[in-house]
């Protein structure tokens, strides 16, 4: 997916808000075997590359579409995404920096695009021969656009349907190229070659769901949105966006704890061990009650947005007996003690926290190490898998 060239490469690169999170592999006996790791924990405005007002890359689009054709338009575009060198220089240092202290060894990376800055949708066609199929397909996509077709790069995949169909859906995403040229720009100064570019969807549909063809939730917890996503026969189908996450459970235990800001983040997970009742050491300081009252600000819109999520999937047309199998959450808000407990059990299906390590061999010393920090490079081991057999 936005592929720049084709080359075997097994680093990926997750510029996420929370900071910047890579993954090296290496393939041995066509099985992805962990190289190495790092990550930072710093934020990131990653989410206000589109604009200084968070605007979508439909927003956007629909922000610049007056801009006209040629430079006109480019230089609208770049306005937008704030292209400067002191950006591209900011994030090039943050990976070099990961990069040389983890000991990265390939140069070359695939690298994620934020959800907020893709524009995905579902397009349905006739039965067209191949050969008609891309013109076709542009002439449709150019009407949902409300921004040049020339000023995005375009991504489409055909979504399996049923044997004999005379129509085909195909999902599609779209970019635009001034923030494909960014990211090309920050990778070229830290001393990578971008390969390629993929959506956060498809890197933890890869990373966390595989081959598995059943209809599933995918919830990414983050540092500022979760990303509700529906998978289907292995593909990201639907998207939905909240403006909530790990930093609004760190102002709530800010408030509960009287915790100094510049220290929550190192002390949520400790903290969260023994808070609440029946925790590792049986000891917990507050009922499961009370924390789920104190806490009901984080959970609620999420327990209402999977709601909306499912209610939107299930009235598609061909979705009416799709209800998901599973729940699955990622991220580093993943963690939330109860979430996957009060999922399952307002929704009556199996919740878990994914394993993106499940596809990937490594020592069993670092099994422990490992499992605590995988929600959050679940993004990144995806990206590297994408060239590697298994």
């Known amino acids: 997916m936005f592929g720049f060239g084709r080359t075997k490469s097994y680093l990926g690169v997750d510029l996420g808000a929370g900071g910047v999170k890579l993954v090296e592999l290496k393939e041995e006996k066509k099985r992805p075997v962990l190289f190495t790791y790092g990550f930072t924990t710093?934020?990131?405005?990653?989410?206000?590359?589109?604009?200084?007002?968070?605007?979508?890359?439909?927003?956007?689009?629909?922000?610049?579409?007056?801009?006209?054709?040629?430079?006109?338009?480019?230089?609208?575009?770049?306005?937008?995404?704030?292209?400067?060198?002191?950006?591209?220089?900011?994030?090039?240092?943050?990976?070099?920096?990961v990069c040389a202290e983890a000991k990265v060894k390939t140069k070359t990376a695939v690298a994620s695009l934020p959800v907020s800055a893709v524009f995905h949708a579902i397009v349905t066609?006739?039965?067209?021969?191949k050969e008609d199929f891309d013109r076709i397909l542009r002439a449709e996509v150019k009407k949902l656009l409300p921004y040049p077709l020339e000023e995005v790069v375009l991504d489409s995949q055909i979504i399996p349907g049923a044997e004999g169909a005379v129509s085909q859906?195909?999902?599609?995403?779209?970019?635009p190229r001034a923030?494909?040229?960014?990211?090309?720009?920050?990778?070229?100064?830290?001393?990578?070659?971008?390969?390629?570019?993929?959506?956060?969807?498809?890197?933890?549909?890869?990373?966390?769901?595989?081959?598995?063809?059943?209809?599933?939730?995918?919830?990414?917890?983050?540092?500022?949105?979760?990303?509700?996503?529906?998978?289907?026969?292995?593909?990201?189908?639907?998207?939905?966006?909240?403006?909530?996450?790990?930093?609004?459970?760190?102002?709530?235990?800010?408030?509960?704890l009287g915790l100094e800001p510049g220290i929550t983040e190192q002390m949520k997970r400790d903290v969260f061990t023994h808070l609440i009742e029946g925790g590792n050491s049986g000891n917990g300081i507050l009922p499961r009650a009370k924390f789920l009252e104190f806490f009901n600000s984080i959970i609620?819109?999420?327990?209402?947005?999977?709601?909306?999520?499912?209610?939107?999937?299930?009235?598609?047309?061909?979705?009416?007996n799709k209800h998901p199998e599973k729940i699955v959450l990622t991220g580093g808000g993943a963690l939330f003690p109860y979430l996957t407990e009060e999922i399952?059990?307002?929704?009556?299906?199996?919740?878990?926290?994914?394993?993106?390590?499940?596809?990937?061999?490594?020592?069993?010393?670092?099994?422990?190490?490992?499992?605590?920090?995988?929600?959050?490079?679940?993004?990144?081991?995806?990206?590297?898998?994408?060239?590697?057999?298994?």
């Open 300 to 320: 609620d819109p999420i327990l209402k947005e999977i709601e909306y999520s499912l209610e939107l999937f299930l009235r598609q047309s061909d979705n009416q």
């Open 344 to 390: 399952a059990n307002r929704f009556k299906v199996k919740c878990y926290i994914g394993d993106p390590w499940g596809r990937v061999v490594y020592q069993d010393g670092l099994r422990p190490i490992l499992r605590s920090i995988a929600p959050r490079l679940a993004v990144s081991i995806g990206l590297a898998l994408r060239n590697v057999v298994y």
């Open 169 to 175: 859906k195909v999902l599609v995403n779209a970019v």
């Open 42 to 97: 710093g934020s990131q405005n990653v989410h206000h590359l589109l604009d200084k007002k968070d605007l979508t890359a439909t927003q956007l689009m629909e922000k610049t579409s007056g801009a006209g054709t040629g430079k006109e338009a480019d230089n609208a575009l770049n306005r937008a995404f704030m292209v400067d060198d002191a950006q591209v220089e900011r994030y090039a240092n943050v990976i070099r920096s």
């Open 179 to 256: 923030l494909v040229v960014f990211y090309t720009k920050v990778f070229k100064l830290a001393g990578l070659t971008l390969e390629s570019l993929e959506p956060e969807s498809v890197a933890l549909s890869r990373s966390l769901i595989g081959r598995d063809a059943a209809t599933t939730m995918l919830i990414d917890i983050g540092a500022e949105r979760t990303n509700f996503f529906i998978i289907d026969q292995a593909i990201p189908i639907t998207h939905h966006s909240l403006e909530m996450g790990g930093k609004r459970i760190n102002a709530v235990l800010e408030k509960l």
């Open 125 to 129: 066609l006739p039965m067209v021969k």
